[in-house]
């Protein structure tokens, strides 16, 4: 797996370390690590999937009390969508790809990679 930085490998395994993940599981892992690579995500993790309960909490935009920047929405939508498929009038190429800055564009791509079992 291609980590952009230290942290965001540390990030990423202290989020696999609290699901308990199976390197088989495709789906988890692009999740994981779309969260421990972005900074306002893995800030706002746990509106984002319950490590206790191991199951995803995101329940959309407006069921939450927090903001997420337009990059940090993007990588949500793609997050889910890899993760269970998830769509809506925003989940596209054009608008998840479109406006991410180097790093987040690099982030979305590995973690398709990831998904689909590429690495």
Do not use: Q
């Amino acid at each position: 797996m291609l980590f952009l930085n230290d942290s965001h490998m540390s990030n990423f395994y202290t989020l696999a370390s609290l699901t308990n993940l199976n390197t088989c599981n495709t789906e988890l892992k692009s999740l994981l690590y779309l969260i421990s690579g972005n900074n306002d995500l893995f800030a706002k993790k746990d509106y984002i999937y319950n490590f206790s309960d191991n199951h995803l909490s995101f329940k959309g935009f407006n069921y939450i009390n927090t903001d997420f920047c337009y990059s940090s929405k993007a990588l949500i939508r793609l997050a889910i969508n890899l993760f269970n498929g998830f769509s809506d009038k925003y989940t596209d190429p054009f608008n998840l790809l479109a406006y991410l800055d180097t790093n987040n564009y690099m982030l979305a791509i590995n973690s398709i990679n990831i998904r689909f079992n590429y690495f």
